[in-house]
């Protein structure tokens, strides 16, 4: 990949960013999705 960034960055860069701007979904998602433990 970090071949793809030297040699291609064009086409590298927007597949980078959505993966990155995924990630902080992914845990937003799973920290909601988790069960609540209220005692």
Avoid: E
Avoid at 3 to 14: A, R, S
Avoid at 27 to 35: A, E, H, L
């Amino acid at each position: 990949m970090l071949d793809l960034l030297i040699v291609k960055p064009v086409y590298t860069w927007p597949g980078l960013i959505i993966v990155l701007s995924g990630i902080p979904v992914y845990f937003v998602w799973r920290r909601r999705s988790t069960p609540s433990t209220v005692t």
